[in-house]
């Protein structure tokens, strides 16, 4: 008997081997929503660390806006703080203009060097660029993830830190 190996015989063998089985398909499936259900809670917390640290940055902007407009104005600046309602104010002290703010949803102030516990916690800028005093502004998420916002005495300079100074 003779046995043919011609082209037809390749070709039926090329049709068997195209596509997956419905069992391949859904280990797939399976396995992607495994992967997915591990990966939610990371990705989450992700959400949540990065409003924190758009928060931070946001502050730490407006902070370094009213040194920067103290010296231009030679007027001393006003950043008042509310604890209460988790918003601050800048405040043009010879203009009276005064800028709200809000902190986003889920964000707060934690206990500050400006702040004595009674009232809004003040921070001034001089018309030199200089604060009134150094300190520190902490930021708290609803998870207790904490950034804090750092001004460097005399010079006025704002940074973020993750650890408390």
């Not at 070709?11 to 495994?34: M, N, P, Q, W």
């Not at 591990?38 to 902007?61: D, K, Q, V, W």
């Not at 407006?62 to 988790?86: G, Y």
Request: hydrophobic residues 35%; proline residues 4%; aromatic residues 8%.
């Amino acid at each position: 008997m003779k046995h043919s190996w011609g082209k037809d015989s390749r070709r039926d063998l090329k049709k068997a081997s195209h596509g997956f089985t419905l069992i391949e398909l859904l280990c797939v499936i399976a396995l992607l929503g495994l992967i997915t259900l591990i990966a939610m809670p990371a990705i989450y917390n992700l959400g949540n660390s990065r409003n924190l640290e758009i928060a931070a940055r946001s502050f730490a902007t407006d902070l370094r806006k009213a040194r920067q407009t103290a010296i231009t104005k030679v007027s001393t600046q006003f950043i008042i703080i509310n604890h209460a309602t988790n918003e601050y104010r800048i405040r043009d002290a010879r203009t009276e203009e005064t800028e709200y703010i809000t902190l986003p949803e889920g964000i707060s102030f934690r206990a500050n060097t400006y702040w004595d516990g009674s009232g809004p916690a003040t921070l001034r800028f001089k018309p030199t660029g200089s604060p009134c005093s150094g300190g520190t502004i902490g930021l708290v998420n609803e998870h207790n993830d904490t950034l804090y916002l750092i001004i460097t005495p005399v010079t006025g300079r704002v940074r973020i830190s993750e650890e408390r100074p």
